[in-house]
């Protein structure tokens, strides 16, 4: 395998003097062309540890590598090779999006044709043509997060860290990016270090995940292996036409059931007999009787919020239960 | 490498005249408003007498001009920017923190010019003297600026927050103008040497030679040599401490 991107190591950063640990003894690797995530909870200390990887803060101790190169000592080469989406882009406040996007090329050496040429291309792609002559400071926070990851990707920079990139995007828009981050991975080898609390739509994108929780690194590995650490089962989910209350016998007998309802029912199964226990409800129960019937392997997100997001379940997810059901 | 240079000044510059594009006559109108009001104020309370005052006056009041640029404008901009984390931006951007401070500089600067140009006039319209406009003049004008930008800066980095940073930098001027209008005989002892350490002192000795026509090259290299010195310090100073780096 060819070396990593980044090699970091005991990273330690404290605030307050030593009585905040922000990032404590993290290790990570991120590997090329790989598109990383990290996971974790408000505060856990995500954003502290990116901003020590562009060189934006200085960490207490530990080593960074990048490329093989420390910049814990001199960070200054950093933006040739990384480009960094962060907080709202107050810096370019007052100019308008296309100037904005433009001028963020022309820093990263491009000429000014290539520079409006590439900034013309993400304007389409990312629908801010429309506002292309509005004052970034006047637009909305969506637009704000959009205008900030054009200026991220102008000049096409081999290595991406982005921090939050989908926040306060609408779910087209969401769509949009993920695509378009994986279309630079697939096509131009981009390394991507993504930051978000939005699992459910990582997981589709990630292949490799961090999770990160009081500062330390609690959980690395790929989605699939992580979802072995935790509650392996296999989640049914039933709704019926009419009451379940004929079939809870059988269904008790497959597994453990963890909700019932006037019409629906969700098991628990374990893996080994899952096949069985679905063979048995098809001929049992009968799709006839079931107006959906739904097979669900566990999530990154169930992992995330047994492993360390528990904070966070009810913001994240339209089924609340699902990770406390687990435990 | 030109382009590299021209990314690095020439568009950082063109992001903050973007910024002043939408307030310029205020700037414009500040810049020169006070200065212009000075000049006035010393001729209706009819203290100058002499040639020489008048001369004093209107030097002292130029170098006003580039001082309300260079600390103030500067030191309230730097405060900003560290308050709002814009450096977050630019230190993320392969650029050289040198070249973003001088264009932003540059991009007050622009602002002090034309306030200085109406204070010769006026200046010399109403204390009746000619004024000899020379070119040596330019290049004083641009190191003063330069020399002086070192006090806003270390005003802006060293200010909790932009309004004391504005006020630090009211008080930095008050120093620079006293300076500048007092002849140095009329200091007393201890302020005279507290006047060679402010970098306008040499431009404005040089500079009011100039306007007088009786520059020597002694006395200009001399001044622009202590100017370049202070604005090689003022450099060294935004190395070392613009950090964009947090610790």
Redesign the interface.
Same mark, same amino acid.
């Given at each position: 395998m060819s070396s990593p991107v980044y090699h970091i190591e005991k990273l330690t950063k404290t605030y307050n003097g030593g009585r905040i640990v922000a990032n404590d003894a993290i290790d990570l690797e991120v590997r090329p062309g790989e598109l990383f995530g990290l996971l974790g909870p408000n505060g856990a200390g995500k954003s502290t540890l990116v901003r020590q990887m *562009? &060189?934006?803060?200085?960490p207490d101790s530990g080593t960074i590598l990048l490329h093989g190169r420390d910049i814990t000592r001199d $960070?200054s080469? %950093?933006? +040739?090779i *990384?480009? /960094?989406l &962060?907080?709202k882009? %107050? $810096?370019?406040f007052?100019?308008t999006v296309r100037?904005a996007i433009e /001028?963020?090329g +022309?820093? +990263?050496?491009l000429?000014m044709a290539e520079a409006r040429r590439q900034a013309a291309a993400l304007m389409d792609e990312f629908v801010l043509s429309s506002c292309a002559d509005q004052l970034v400071a006047r637009l909305s926070g969506g637009e704000h997060r959009l205008v900030g990851l054009a200026v991220a990707l102008i000049g096409h920079l081999p290595v991406l860290i982005l921090d939050e990139p989908t926040n306060e995007l609408d779910p087209a828009m969401r769509r949009v990016v993920w695509a378009h981050l994986q279309r630079l991975q697939r096509e131009e080898g981009a390394t991507i270090v993504l930051v978000t609390h939005n699992v459910l739509e990582a997981e589709q994108v990630v292949e490799r995940v961090a999770i990160i929780r009081n500062g330390r690194r609690i959980a690395l590995g790929t989605p699939g292996e992580l979802k072995a650490l935790v509650d392996r089962r296999i989640r049914l989910e039933l709704l019926f036409h009419q009451s379940p209350q004929d079939c809870l016998g059988l269904l008790r007998q497959l597994g453990t059931i963890t909700e019932v309802s006037a019409s629906r029912c969700v098991l628990l199964v374990e893996r080994e007999h899952a096949q069985r226990a679905i063979d048995r409800i098809l001929a049992e129960v009968t799709l006839e009787a079931l107006d959906d019937f739904r097979i669900l392997t566990p999530s990154l997100e169930d992992v995330y919020l047994q492993l360390g997001g528990r904070e966070r379940a009810t913001a994240l997810t339209a089924t609340p239960a699902v990770g406390e059901t687990y435990a | 490498m030109r382009r590299a240079i021209a990314a690095q000044f020439w568009v950082p510059l063109l992001m903050q005249l973007a910024r002043v594009r939408l307030s310029w006559r205020q700037y414009l109108i500040v810049s020169s408003a006070m200065p212009l009001g000075i000049v006035l104020l010393l001729r209706l309370a009819g203290s100058v007498t002499t040639r020489d005052d008048a001369v004093q006056i209107i030097t002292g009041n130029v170098v006003l001009a580039i001082a309300i640029t260079a600390i103030s404008m500067l030191a309230q901009r730097i405060a900003w920017m560290k308050a709002q984390r814009v450096f977050d931006y630019y230190a993320t951007m392969p650029i050289s923190r040198v070249l973003l401070l001088l264009a932003i500089l540059t991009s007050f600067f622009i602002f002090a010019l034309p306030g200085i140009a109406a204070i010769l006039v006026v200046g010399a319209l109403l204390y009746h003297v000619s004024l000899v406009l020379s070119w040596t003049l330019l290049p004083l004008i641009a190191g003063c600026g330069l020399a002086l930008a070192g006090i806003g800066v270390a005003i802006g980095l060293a200010a909790p927050d932009e309004q004391l940073a504005g006020l630090f930098a009211n008080l930095a001027m008050m120093a620079v103008l006293f300076l500048a209008i007092i002849p140095p005989d009329r200091l007393p002892q201890g302020i005279t040497t507290i006047a060679w350490i402010i970098p306008s002192t040499y431009a404005v000795n040089a500079m009011r030679a100039s306007l007088e026509g009786t520059l020597s090259w002694g006395t200009f290299g001399i001044s622009l040599l202590a100017l370049a010195a202070f604005s090689v310090a003022f450099l060294l100073l935004v190395r070392r401490q613009l950090a964009w780096r947090q610790e």
């Open positions: *562009v &060189g934006l803060l200085k $960070a080469w %950093v933006p +040739r *990384v480009s /960094f &962060g907080q882009p %107050v $810096a370019l007052d100019l100037e /001028f963020s +022309r820093l +990263r050496h000429s | -």
